[in-house]
């Protein structure tokens, strides 16, 4: 299996872009509202109310974390994570950018949370983005088979 990261090696907070072609194809989408929102408050516990990343306390998002297999194009859900909303919008900044175009959110604090979680200058920032787009346009030109790790058992317990 050929899963490619991104050069992230010392850094507590990465950026982990979804290929298009998998994006809607999430545990959140597939399981019942009720179910979903069971799961993340499991999850939020599980990491004591705090963000799995950088300690911080407050409204938390449940991210699902992917594994790829590059080869045979397979996304495979390793495990669910409770981020706060900054470490969140960091792993998906795409679509971070984009809500910064449309006015709903400072890119410019995303970025510099991304600085002080990992104690690192903006050009690793740079590297490390430009690195997994770099990744993110490869795979978004495959189709992938999507995992949720359902079968045959209860939905994914956090990590």
């Given at each position: 299996?050929?899963?490619?990261?991104?050069?992230?090696?010392?850094?507590?907070?990465?950026?982990?872009?979804?290929?298009?072609?998998?994006?809607?194809?999430?545990?959140?989408?597939?399981?019942?509202?009720?179910?979903?929102?069971?799961?993340?408050?499991?999850?939020?516990?599980?990491?004591?109310?705090?963000?799995?990343?950088?300690?911080?306390?407050?409204?938390?998002?449940?991210?699902?974390?992917?594994?790829?297999?590059?080869?045979?194009?397979?996304?495979?859900?390793?495990?669910?994570?409770?981020l706060c909303e900054l470490c969140h919008h960091v792993?998906?900044?795409?679509?971070?950018?984009?809500?910064?175009?449309?006015?709903?959110?400072?890119?410019?604090?995303?970025?510099?949370?991304?600085?002080?979680?990992?104690?690192?200058?903006?050009?690793?920032?740079?590297?490390?983005?430009?690195?997994?787009?770099?990744?993110?346009?490869?795979?978004?030109?495959?189709?992938?088979?999507?995992?949720?790790?359902?079968?045959?058992?209860?939905?994914?317990?956090?990590?």
């Open positions: 299996m050929a899963t490619r990261k991104t050069g992230d090696a010392g850094l507590r907070l990465t950026i982990e872009l979804v290929p298009a072609t998998c994006w809607q194809a999430n545990l959140r989408d597939v399981l019942p509202r009720p179910a979903w929102d069971a799961l993340r408050r499991r999850v939020y516990a599980s990491f004591g109310h705090r963000c799995a990343i950088c300690g911080a306390s407050g409204r938390l998002h449940c991210h699902e974390v992917w594994r790829y297999d590059d080869s045979a194009h397979i996304q495979t859900l390793d495990g669910l994570l409770a792993k998906h900044i795409g679509h971070a950018r984009l809500l910064a175009d449309q006015g709903k959110l400072d890119y410019e604090r995303v970025v510099a949370h991304f600085l002080r979680v990992n104690g690192c200058d903006r050009a690793t920032f740079a590297r490390h983005r430009a690195e997994a787009f770099a990744i993110f346009a490869a795979r978004s030109r495959h189709e992938w088979q999507t995992d949720l790790g359902l079968t045959g058992h209860a939905p994914l317990e956090p990590e």
